[in-house]
């Protein structure tokens, strides 16, 4: 049934969420990132077999690209402020306060 | 019969990764436990008669992404003590769920108003490698070229941050 999957989809991206917003290791947070654009994934591939049309697995790739990219920059990123700071913690990384 | 127990099965297990995502306090085991949300993820599109994004699953994210992640994890070389100190962890966790709830409840009411379908298999090379690689080249050639060039700058931007050296300190 559809709405199980849809179910699994809005748990998953809460799940993402809630890592997001309530963790401060730089890559929990990252992976919950990704957790979001999964669960969104599986909304894209579980419409995509009820409207039977293959435009849904087009995007779900667009999206896994996306991620790759998100992956390579933000990973980047944090070696970066791991090198200057030497922390993981995300409430040291504030240095757009000015 | 034997697809309801599988979609149960991979469902539970992917809900159980996610938790353990949040729940670790070490970046690795997080990761490992994200990897099993991943490869369930790849089991439900298989459920879904997505063959090739079940493959692309595989493949690009529980393998090239996640093993990316790992790389960077180990290579950062992190000790118990690097890690920063989560005392207000559990309160955080259960505080950002009753956040998140109402947001949940809405999106649940939003899914229940639709027509339920029931997914069977299906046939007829649906989710293919041809049939989606036509409509990614007819329908979708322009948004298909932008990702190229997101691609490439990213490329070049993780060069440039990460290729930094004997700047400063």
């Known amino acids: ?98 | 019969m034997l697809v309801n127990l599988l979609f149960y099965g991979f469902a539970v297990l992917a809900v159980l990764g996610a938790a353990g995502l949040i729940f670790f306090r070490h970046p690795m085991n997080g990761a490992m436990s994200f990897v099993v949300t991943l490869v369930c993820l790849a089991g439900l599109y298989a459920l879904l008669s997505a063959k090739l994004i079940f493959a692309l699953q595989l493949i690009v994210y529980a393998g090239a992404i996640m093993s990316l992640i790992v790389f960077i994890i180990m290579f950062l070389n992190i000790q118990p003590e690097d890690l920063p100190r989560e005392e207000t962890k559990i309160p955080y966790i259960l505080g950002g769920l009753v956040l998140v709830a109402p947001v949940g409840l809405l999106l649940g009411k939003i899914v229940k108003t639709m027509p339920n379908f029931s997914v069977d298999l299906v046939g007829n090379n649906f989710g293919g490698v041809k049939p989606v690689g036509l409509v990614l080249f007819q329908e979708w050639l322009v948004p298909f070229e932008i990702v190229s060039i997101l691609l490439l700058v990213s490329l070049v931007g993780a060069v440039v941050l990460a290729g930094k050296r004997g700047t400063g300190k």
């Open chain 1, 1 to 98: 049934m559809i709405h199980n999957y849809l179910f699994l989809s809005v748990i998953l991206f809460c799940l993402g969420i809630v890592g997001v917003i309530s963790r401060r290791n730089v890559f929990t947070v990252f992976m919950s990132i990704e957790l979001m654009l999964n669960a969104a994934n599986l909304a894209f591939i579980a419409f995509s077999r009820v409207h039977e049309s293959m435009d849904g697995h087009v995007l779900a790739m667009m999206v896994m690209a996306v991620a790759a990219a998100e992956a390579a920059l933000a990973l980047a990123v944090v070696i970066l402020l791991h090198k200057h700071k030497g922390k993981l913690d995300t409430n040291v990384f504030s240095l757009l306060k000015g």
